[in-house]
């Protein structure tokens, strides 16, 4: 069996190629993950902005406020 020296510098060059070809292509599915979650995290942070910040003091529960305030607000209420 005789060693060509042509043959070991082509199959390095094959696999270089290859590790190239790979780290492309797992470069490409980290973008195109990534577009596809930015839309969901820009509407998780528009659904926290629209939260109320106090939603028991809202709603008239929050605690002090007495039973008239209560009466008052659930009479605002449709």
Same mark, same amino acid.
């Given at each position: +069996?005789?060693?060509?020296?042509g043959?070991? #510098?082509?199959?390095?060059?094959?696999?270089?190629?290859?590790? @190239?070809? @790979?780290?492309?292509?797992?470069?490409?599915g980290?973008i195109?993950?990534?577009?596809?979650?930015? @839309? %969901?995290?820009?509407?998780?942070? %528009?659904?926290?902005? %629209? +939260?109320? %910040?106090?939603?028991l003091?809202?709603?008239g529960? #929050?605690?002090?406020?007495s039973?008239?305030?209560?009466?008052?607000?659930?009479?605002?209420?449709?």
């Amino acid at each position: +069996m005789p060693h060509r020296t042509g043959t070991t #510098a082509q199959r390095v060059r094959i696999g270089l190629t290859g590790l @190239a070809f @790979a780290f492309l292509l797992v470069l490409l599915g980290s973008i195109v993950s990534r577009s596809g979650s930015d @839309a %969901n995290s820009v509407t998780i942070a %528009n659904e926290e902005t %629209n +939260m109320p %910040n106090e939603p028991l003091a809202e709603l008239g529960v #929050a605690p002090g406020s007495s039973e008239s305030e209560n009466a008052e607000e659930a009479k605002k209420q449709p």
